[in-house]
């Protein structure tokens, strides 16, 4: 069966420092893949997508790499801030249509001052 | 500002009681959908819908219903024949088609089944 599983449930770094969150799935082929920043009590909020054929992405102080060979995606956030402080879900998509999204259970990355 | 409004933000129910989750958005978005998220777990997809009158069951849809009479709503009830829907809930939007698989949620709605 799919499985997709996101490094730990919780991570704590150092404020300045590089944070990497991983996610990995099996039994999957998607083309696309999202990240999505979650706050206590909120919805979601999209991040990033990238494609299968693309190996980076970057957008400000992010970057997404998609290694499909491995069937792993690495999230970062360099010079993290508290304010990044949330967890992070991961979501792959086979057919780039949201309705076939297949979401992570989350990684909570608290950024200690 | 364009989004997707959900309310009650919070809601109790007594077991036996049939609620509905209001959902509605002003994005001009024609796919609309229902999660479930519980502790511990990923995004669970109740139901969706990618033009009015129209919806499609998820993965766990045994138990709610909804409905899609205008582009803008797409409100979910939770049946009595649900067993645990004590859960946070989600709805969210997206532009159809294919290479556009963003989704836009909502604030969520926490219902606790007393």
């Known amino acids: 069966s799919q499985k997709i599983e996101q490094n730990s449930e919780a991570l704590n770094i150092q404020e300045g420092k590089t944070a990497t969150l991983t996610c990995n799935y099996t039994?999957?082929?998607?083309?696309?893949l999202q990240w999505y920043r979650q706050d206590p009590g909120r919805g979601p909020v999209f991040l990033l997508l990238i494609r299968e054929n693309e190996k980076e992405k970057r957008k400000e102080r992010l970057k997404v790499t998609f290694d499909t060979t491995l069937k792993q995606s690495l999230f970062h956030i360099t010079a993290s801030q508290p304010a990044d402080s949330a967890t992070y879900l991961c979501?792959?998509?086979?057919?780039?249509?949201?309705?076939?999204?297949?979401f992570g259970s989350g990684t909570q990355l608290t950024v200690l001052p | 500002d364009g989004g997707i409004t959900q309310s009650p933000k919070y809601l109790f129910r007594k077991e036996g009681q049939n609620v509905t989750l209001s959902c509605e958005q002003n994005l001009n978005h024609d796919a609309m959908y229902w999660y479930r998220q519980d502790p511990g777990q990923g995004l669970r997809l109740i139901y969706y819908s990618q033009i009015v009158n129209d919806f499609q069951k998820g993965d766990i849809a045994e138990g709610y219903s909804v409905s899609r009479e205008k582009k803008e709503s797409f409100p979910l009830t939770v049946t009595s024949a649900q067993k645990n829907p004590t859960a946070f809930y989600l709805c969210?939007?997206?532009?159809?088609?294919?290479?556009?698989?963003?989704?836009?949620f909502g604030e969520g709605s926490r219902l606790t089944v007393l």
């Open positions: 969210a939007s997206s532009m159809a088609g294919r290479d556009t698989g963003e989704l836009f």
């Open positions: 979501a792959l998509d086979p057919a780039g249509s949201a309705r076939q999204l297949t």
């Open positions: 039994n999957y082929s998607p083309a696309y």
